[in-house]
T-cell receptor, first 118, second 115 residues
Framework: DSGVTQTPKHLITATGQRVTLRCSPR?????VYWYQQSLDQGLQFLIQ???????AKGNILERFSAQQFPDLHSELNLSSLELGDSALYFC?????????????????FGEGSRLTVL | AQSVAQPEDQVNVAEGNPLTVKCTYS??????LFWYVQYPNRGLQFLLK??????LVKGSYGFEAEFNKSQTSFHLKKPSALVSDSALYFC?????????????FGKGTTLSVSS
């Protein structure tokens, strides 16, 4: 058990809909990362938050957004869903951001949220 | 840009034999390299990392990795494979080009260990 909790584990929805994925980081971790895993694109970094603020952006679509709340949990919002958004979405956390510990430390991953868009 | 490449989609090995999963990297500056394993329908689990120092890094479950700067490689190894090692393995490098600390992952290598 990594200590990172993601809900829901599975989600089935229709095209055009909007969903929210939730992540609780490990106790004490200030950074949260979102990744998308699909068969054709592999594991893609979407976005990172550190202590409530956006820190880095990866290949995140404009239809997607995220935020990190004062209690450090994070939500990933996916809107105007398309068939191609079907994927496994992972949240990860780590202790810090751009300090030495942040640069050298590993990420701890949750079990993922599997999104199916029909 | 920072990147890693895993040249093999799949590696097959017999139980008890040594295994190697290959990874090469391309970075500007010193590389911070990681290996993760993913079992079916599970999240990624951290195996080991190279930050600095000894080129041979030991990690979880008997795995080790050899950092080779001249060949820009960071291959994952295990002296004697187990059937339970069958999984998807990812090599990753820390993205130091951005303000953040995300990891950039390779496409993954499926390891299949036969009994």
């Amino acid at each position: 058990d990594s200590g990172v909790t993601q809900t829901p584990k599975h989600l089935i929805t229709a095209t055009g809909q909007r969903v929210t994925l939730r992540c609780s980081p490990r106790s004490g971790d200030l950074s949260v990362y979102w990744y998308q895993q699909s068969l054709d694109q592999g594991l893609q970094f979407l976005i990172q938050y550190y202590n409530g603020e956006e820190r880095a952006k990866g290949n995140i679509l404009e239809r997607f957004s995220a935020q990190q709340f004062p209690d450090l949990h994070s939500e990933l919002n996916l809107s105007s869903l398309e068939l191609g958004d079907s994927a496994l979405y992972f949240c990860a956390s780590s202790v810090a951001s751009h300090s030495s510990a942040g640069r050298t430390g590993e990420l701890f991953f949750g079990e993922g949220s599997r999104l199916t868009v029909l | 840009a920072q990147s890693v490449a895993q040249p093999e989609d799949q590696v097959n090995v017999a139980e008890g034999n040594p295994l190697t999963v290959k990874c090469t990297y391309s970075v500007s500056g010193n590389p911070y390299l990681f290996w993760y394993v993913q079992y079916p329908n599970r999240g990624l689990q951290f195996l080991l990392k190279y930050i600095t120092g000894d080129n041979l890094v030991k990690g979880s479950y008997g795995f080790e990795a050899e950092f080779n700067k001249s060949q820009t490689s960071f291959h994952l190894k295990k002296p004697s494979a187990l059937v339970s090692d069958s999984a998807l393995y990812f090599c990753a490098v820390r993205d130091l080009n951005q303000a953040g600390t995300a990891l950039i992952f390779g496409k993954g290598t499926t390891l299949s260990v036969s009994s």
